[in-house]
């Protein structure tokens, strides 16, 4: 257990729908981050947040929107996806960003687009 | 731009090997080197945190090296058992972004066999 919790562990969604993914920690980080794994590729950083504000934004579609209410929770509401879109989604936190610090990961939402 | 590579892409051995995982990067310029365990559709445990300044990193049956300016880190993994068999990644915190900008290699699958 790493301190970082995201649910829902699997996630299969229709093209149409709007669904949100959900991470939480409790370590008292103030960095936190969405990553993508696909099969066969490195991860992807997609959005970093620092103190709840948006520091970063990697070239991601708009149909992927992330929300940090607080420092202990991001979420990422996602419409209107592709197959493509399927993959590992990784939520991490780091104590500050841009520092020499470690990452703790979560242990990810599969998602599958039908 | 950095890029991770990872070598082998996968390894089979037998339990109770020694055996060297190989990490190198294109950029020397990092903040620091982490070693991950990622288990099949699992997030990612980190396992060894290496600082720029530091040669190497110790932990049970595991050892990091990093040799800087070369660009190369190795994970050594003494007496391996089966549950060591999972996906071992490498990534680096480049001094602009540090841990916010984490760049990972793809990993190397690692089976051991009883």
């Known amino acids: 257990e790493t301190g970082v919790t995201q649910t829902p562990r699997h996630l299969v969604m229709g093209m149409t729908n709007k669904k949100s993914l959900k991470c939480e920690q409790h370590?008292?980080?103030?960095?936190m981050y969405w990553y993508k794994q696909s099969a066969k590729k490195p991860l992807e950083l997609m959005f970093v947040?620092?103190?709840?504000?948006?520091?970063e934004n990697n070239s991601v579609p708009s149909r992927f929107s992330p929300e940090c209410p607080n420092s202990s929770h991001l979420f990422l509401h996602l419409h209107t996806l592709q197959p493509e879109d399927s993959a590992l989604y990784l939520c991490?936190?780091?104590?500050?960003?841009?520092?020499?610090?470690?990452?703790?990961f979560g242990q990810g939402t599969r998602l599958t687009v039908v | 731009k950095q890029e991770v590579t990872q070598i082998p892409a996968a390894l089979s051995v037998p339990e109770g090997e020694n055996l060297v995982l190989n990490c190198s990067f294109t950029?020397?310029?990092?903040?620091?080197l982490q070693w991950f365990r990622q288990d099949p559709g699992k997030g990612l445990t980190s396992l060894l945190l290496?600082?720029?300044?530091?040669r190497e990193q110790t932990s049970g049956r595991l050892n990091a090296s990093l040799d800087k300016s070369s660009g190369r880190s190795t994970l050594y993994i003494a007496a391996s058992q089966p549950g060591d068999s999972a996906t071992y990644l490498c990534?680096?915190?480049?001094?602009?972004?540090?841990?916010?900008?984490?760049?990972f290699g793809k990993g190397t699958k690692l089976t051991v066999n009883p």
């Open positions: 991490a936190s780091s104590p500050h960003r841009g520092t020499n610090t470690e990452a703790f």
């Open positions: 370590l008292g980080h103030n960095a």
């Open positions: 947040y620092s103190l709840e504000e948006r520091v």
């Open positions: 950029d020397s310029a990092i903040y620091n």
């Open positions: 290496i600082q720029s300044s530091q």
């Open positions: 990534a680096v915190g480049p001094v602009q972004g540090g841990s916010e900008k984490l760049v």
